[in-house]
């Protein structure tokens, strides 16, 4: 038979990574195709070259069988190729029946619009998809989950034979997942080929015919859904080393508690969340984008202001309102993107470390001392092993691993007890990841309590001690690290979602 | 998607509102304020030579405004509209004086420069994706030397063409009714408002303003020629530019090259009264037009209460602070 899309051996090179190797990927009509792989396994990527939104720079792609290059979004269009993006992607602004029929309005002549015939034409996608929303309502009211129903409205809009669901339920609760599968069948029935990319094991099972795994840019196998266990699909997935992560873990239960948080609450993002770390002890933080764990630590270091809570710092409560104040009680947060908040990259590797403590460097007259800055910088070059020719290269020209570790000696210098890591490894490959790994284990070793928000759960597994896991900003559990906690017991966690719908709360 | 409540169809006031025009009323509210109290100060300040006054000098920075409007829609900013406006007043010397034309051909030349303009700034900042507060920066000092350049920085009277200067100053409402002498530069103001307005809110141009402003890169992946939108959009503001440079050449009854600099903060200024946003998305003429107005009341209202003129620029200036603290105070709520 022919595929409605095959594409063979594709390749894509960004500076520095090599972000597809001779990756192949093939669909049938009417069939739900999973696009399985960890952060950073390109499946993004590939479907970003199917849509035509980036141009690939080998391999080759057919439609119906014959060879196409699209070229931009409208070309990918043209084919029958729609995408819904991981991201939300609409324009706030502009109404929902305005957001769907984008680029597409219809008209009067002489450039006029034809609002009336544009909301009828958009209620009745609407009630197609069985979605009660007003067209004219404007979509920055709406929540992210019903955003995102207008996103898949407008995919569907273009009537098209290939849709890419790039995590099309990362902000949907049950029975909104549940009308989207509706949604999926019927669109199968009608022979319309799915591409599904999603985090989610028990997704998988429920609706995917076969899954295609690719791991670091590369790509692995592709099963059938049906006779595939979930564990060898996570093996594939994960492929190396994946059981020999698990640390040796001390016992911290008796060291004194360096951070306490009690009933910490935020509006919808965080809500009621209480934990400790010890001194000593890496805590991980696993969960669904957008649990609210990045909000959590926002909060605790005061970069964002909480609503109701307490927090204490070895035992003693402390009033965190600026991020200034959490450095003040002994608090770092380093985070998830480096380049914008944790780095001034076009500046030397020496500047950046002493950037964060240059009252320390300064003399009375406000004269910097370059000498006692540069040797702090080569004393901590040589300490985390950051390589770089000289302590006077410019940050932006080391790899992410060493920009990393840069970022973690400023916060060293700062003499923080308390560390928390916001993604630490995003962007990083895997021979550096390790390094890091083994600082972060070094840091809790010498006294200081780590906290660690990664959403790549074989990260969470392998440095954590204990594991709090989040769900719609709730802290739905704490686990124990260590081989005894398995991936299915945190994705449980992870989805723990409130049994009332999420729309409900707004009536 | 079924289990979800339905949304109950809003009534078209109750829209309106939850639109963001809350700036907007507020600056309504403010104009009618400012309008009572000066009246209440100053027994003068209510006749209606001085309300014509009032609107007349509203007339260029309110076309200027508008034209501003369009752009920071975009999420851009227009900084070369005060030099624009002049280098098509010149242009028009050109055409009238120099080469001299019928009227009708400077009022082509007014317009056809201002759009020529904006296309270049529109091309730089779509085609060649330098910054808009760059581009237009760039765009200000070329069409000031070049306004200099081409007068021999000498004004060019229009004393040879006559009528020109019933562009601005005559009425031709006052020739129907009399008792109603609105100049001719305010009758043009209102016009370009509806026309603009029009175009915003019923053609596709002004809905990819707002889209453009909104999320610029998503309308690109729906797969809309957003370079193409985006010239169209800054030559139609130079086109507006270009009616504004008629109207002050016709005020003066000459062009003046030196003329020009220091309009375009103006101009921002009303945009940003009226609750236009400057991160782009959101805006309307409407609010651009209070805002003009709420500026020339204020300079006339304390010239009338002989406050002194430097004075009435700090006023100005704090204006503008609290204006957009409103803005992001309402903001920071609904948010």
Redesign the interface.
């Known amino acids: 038979m022919t595929y409605l899309v095959e594409m063979k051996g594709i390749e894509k090179r960004f500076p520095g990574v090599h972000a597809l190797k001779a990756v192949q990927f093939d669909l049938k009509p009417g069939e739900v195709h999973a696009l399985m792989g960890e952060n950073g396994a390109g499946k993004s990527t590939l479907m970003k070259i199917m849509s035509g939104?980036y141009s690939r720079d080998g391999g080759e792609m057919f439609v119906d069988g014959k060879p196409v290059s699209p070229d931009?979004?409208?070309a990918a269009?043209d084919l029958g190729i729609g995408i819904i993006?991981q991201e939300l992607?609409?324009?706030?602004?502009?109404t929902a029946a305005?957001n769907v029929l984008?680029?597409r309005?219809p008209?009067r002549g002489?450039?006029?619009?034809d609002?009336p015939a544009l909301n009828a034409k958009v209620a009745e996608i609407f009630a197609s998809?069985?979605?009660?929303?007003?067209p004219?309502?404007?979509v920055s009211?709406q929540t992210i989950a019903?955003q995102q129903?207008i996103e898949i409205a407008?995919a569907l809009s273009y009537n098209p034979r290939v849709l890419i669901m790039d995590e099309p339920t990362a902000a949907l609760n049950d029975?909104?997942i549940t009308?989207?599968f509706k949604?999926i069948e019927k669109l199968k029935g009608d022979g319309v080929g799915i591409v599904y990319i999603s985090h989610r094991m028990d997704e998988i099972k429920r609706i995917a015919d076969r899954v295609t795994i690719l791991r670091d840019g590369a790509y692995i196998d592709t099963v059938e859904a049906a006779d595939t266990p979930l564990t060898k699909i996570i093996q594939l997935m994960v492929g190396r080393e994946v059981s020999q992560n698990t640390p040796v873990i001390p016992d911290t239960s008796q060291n004194p508690v360096a951070l306490e948080v009690r009933n910490l609450s935020r509006g919808k993002e965080v809500r009621d969340v209480s934990f400790n770390v010890r001194k000593g002890e890496i805590l991980g933080f696993a969960g669904l984008m957008g649990a609210g764990r990045t909000e959590v630590a926002r909060i605790i270091f005061g970069a964002d202001p909480r609503i109701t809570g307490e927090i204490l710092v070895a035992g003693q409560p402390v009033d965190i309102r600026t991020p200034h104040a959490a450095v003040e009680a002994g608090i770092g947060y380093l985070s998830e993107d480096r380049k914008h908040f944790g780095l001034a990259v076009d500046m030397t590797v020496r500047a950046n470390i002493a950037m964060a403590n240059l009252v320390h460097f300064t003399s009375r007259a406000g004269v910097l001392n370059e000498a006692a800055m540069k040797d702090t910088a080569i004393r901590y070059i040589d300490q985390l092993g950051i390589r770089t020719p000289s302590d006077m290269q410019q940050v932006r020209l080391l790899s992410g691993g060493n920009q990393q570790k840069v970022v973690i000696a400023k916060w060293l210098l700062r003499d923080c007890d308390v560390l928390i890591f916001d993604e630490p490894t995003r962007g990083i490959d895997i021979g550096a990841k390790s390094e890091i790994y083994a600082l972060l284990e070094d840091l809790a070793a010498q006294g200081r309590a780590i906290i660690v928000i990664s959403s790549e759960l074989p990260e969470v597994m392998r440095l954590s001690h204990r594991i709090a896991v989040m769900c719609e900003g709730r802290l739905t559990g704490i686990l124990p690290g260590g081989a005894d906690t398995t991936q299915e017991q945190i994705m449980e966690l992870a989805t723990q979602r409130d049994s009332a719908?999420l729309?409900?709360e707004?009536? | 998607m079924s289990a979800i409540t339905t949304d109950a169809p809003q009534s078209t006031l109750s829209r309106i509102i939850a639109a963001g025009t809350h700036q907007r009323v507020l600056a309504f509210a403010s104009l009618i304020v400012l309008l009572i109290g000066f009246s209440v100060a100053s027994p003068n300040f209510m006749q209606t030579s001085n309300m014509l006054a009032i609107l007349q000098a509203t007339s260029v920075n309110g076309v200027l405004a508008i034209a501003v409007t369009l752009v920071i829609i975009t999420g851009g900013i227009d900084l070369s509209v005060g030099t624009m406006m002049t280098f098509c007043a010149v242009i028009t010397g050109v055409v009238l004086t120099y080469a001299g034309l019928p009227l009708m051909f400077g009022v082509i030349a007014a317009v056809l420069t201002g759009a020529l303009c904006g296309a270049c700034s529109g091309t730089f900042v779509a085609k060649m994706a330098i910054p808009p507060f760059i581009a237009t920066l760039g765009m200000m000092l070329i069409l000031k030397g070049l306004s200099l350049v081409i007068s021999g920085t000498r004004p060019i009277y229009f004393n040879d063409t006559p009528g020109f200067s019933e562009i601005s100053r005559g009425s031709l409402i006052g020739e129907i009714i009399p008792s109603v002498p609105i100049p001719n530069g305010v009758l043009i103001l209102f016009i370009v408002a509806a026309v603009t307005a029009y175009i915003l809110n019923r053609t596709v141009l002004g809905r990819y303003c707002f889209a453009l402003g909104s999320n610029e890169e998503s309308v690109r992946l729906s797969g809309v020629n957003t370079d193409r939108w985006k010239i169209a959009i800054y030559a139609l503001a130079g086109s507006i530019v270009g009616i504004a440079g008629l109207l002050i050449a016709s005020r003066l009854n000459s062009a003046q090259p030196a003329l020009g600099l220091g309009y375009e903060l103006e101009a921002i200024a009303a945009v940003v009264i009226g609750g236009t946003s400057l991160s782009g998305g959101r805006g309307s003429i409407l609010g651009s037009l209070i805002g003009a107005l709420i500026m020339a009341v204020l300079t006339n209202g304390l010239r009338v209460l002989s406050v002194a003129q430097e004075w009435q620029t700090v006023v100005t200036g704090a204006i503008i602070i609290l204006a957009v603290y409103a803005d992001m105070m309402r903001r920071n709520k609904t948010t």
Do not use: C
Request: aromatic residues 2%.
């Open positions: 939104i931009s979004p409208r269009q993006h992607s609409l324009m706030n602004d502009l305005q984008i680029g309005e008209r002489f450039g006029r619009l609002e998809l069985n979605l009660a929303m007003d004219q309502t404007r009211s019903r129903l407008k029975i909104e009308e989207l949604v719908p729309v409900s707004e009536v």
